[in-house]
């Protein structure tokens, strides 16, 4: 009978006690003791970072370390296409933590007289994020701000030019399809052969191993669609640096009066980085040679020369030579 009676007392005391414990952690989930005051926020870039940094901020303030909705967050900075996710971690009671992931503009698509900022992924961010320092990129279409760009060739441009490294991201000028495949011309007038869109890293550490390499002076472009075995091309009649005389062009190099393409483009690498070898410096981070020869097991493709600095010609004319620098196998 005892057992009977708490039982009976017990019931009705949890059927009060569970609205009270639940109006309660509403009422604590929104309350002054755990309201966010402190918003630190990471991973913000570019022109609009401020702006970013601002919106963020006010939508996280009317939040409290219980209750955040990421949600809001997105949507309060909705109208800033620059940024694509935003990771919140509260830290109780009064500080919240905001990681934002951006899609910057890495080219300038061109499309009916219409020019407009476009992020690696395709992601059309409009006018307002152009600058003269974007590569242009043609296409086809109407360019919608928010909307994502189409096409095989388009896609594989962007994600090109967005594997750039930055020393040498702001030399791109334009990146089109000719006869050698995507090619992106460089603003001193030098051409770089990707082929395709496939290991773009590692033919952009490619490139960069050919711009630190003395033997490569004089070329009009660099072959890097197969990036273990790159190929400096040289215009009709002009011939190779040799063993000997790689050491005064590198001098010329780093002085900056060489007037090839390639050596304007490596000057200019140094004297934005402040090091002779900033381009080439990347190479070795990324788990390859400082020196040595090229990666075995690569193919080379047709008018390519050998390891070394053998010299070919090419079907229009053109000399062909693979530097000596060691360039990434994968």
């Not at 952009?204 to 009009?220: H, R």
């Not at 215009?235 to 190099?253: I, K, Q």
């Amino acid at each position: 009978m005892w057992q009977r009676r708490r039982l009976r007392i017990a019931l009705p005391a949890v059927v009060i006690a569970v609205p009270l414990l639940g109006c309660g952690w509403l009422w604590l989930r929104q309350s002054p003791f755990v309201s966010v005051q402190r918003v630190q926020i990471s991973g913000v870039h570019g022109p609009e970072a401020a702006a970013v940094r601002s919106a963020l901020t006010d939508a996280a303030r009317g939040m409290s370390t219980l209750n955040v909705h990421t949600g809001a967050l997105l949507a309060a900075v909705a109208p800033l296409r620059v940024v694509r996710e935003v990771r919140a971690v509260p830290h109780f009671p009064h500080g919240l933590r905001i990681e934002v992931v951006e899609q910057l503009p890495v080219a300038a698509v061109l499309a009916g007289g219409v020019r407009t900022a476009v992020a690696a992924d395709g992601v059309v961010l409009g006018p307002a994020l152009l600058s003269g320092s974007l590569p242009t990129v043609p296409a086809t279409g109407e360019l919608a701000a928010g909307g994502r760009l189409k096409g095989a060739d388009l896609l594989g441009a962007l994600t090109v030019l967005g594997a750039a490294p930055a020393p040498l991201a702001r030399f791109a000028e334009r990146a089109f399809m000719g006869p050698h495949g995507l090619t992106v011309a460089m603003r001193n007038g030098l051409l770089v052969y990707f082929g395709d869109a496939t290991r773009p890293h590692a033919k952009w550490l490619s490139l960069a191993d050919v711009l630190a390499d003395a033997g490569s002076a004089g070329a009009s472009y660099v072959d890097v669609r197969l990036p273990s075995r790159p190929a400096a091309g040289f215009p009709p009649g002009v011939t190779p640096p040799s063993a000997n005389a790689a050491e005064s062009a590198g001098s010329a190099v780093a002085q900056g009066s060489s007037e090839s393409p390639v050596a304007s483009l490596a000057a200019g690498l140094s004297s934005g980085s402040g090091a002779a070898s900033s381009s080439g410096a990347e190479a070795p981070s990324s788990g390859t040679a400082a020196s040595g020869t090229p990666s075995a097991g690569g193919e080379s493709t047709g008018g390519e020369a050998g390891a070394g600095a053998g010299a070919t010609s090419s079907s229009d004319g053109a000399t062909e030579a693979t530097p000596t620098a060691t360039t990434p196998g994968g």
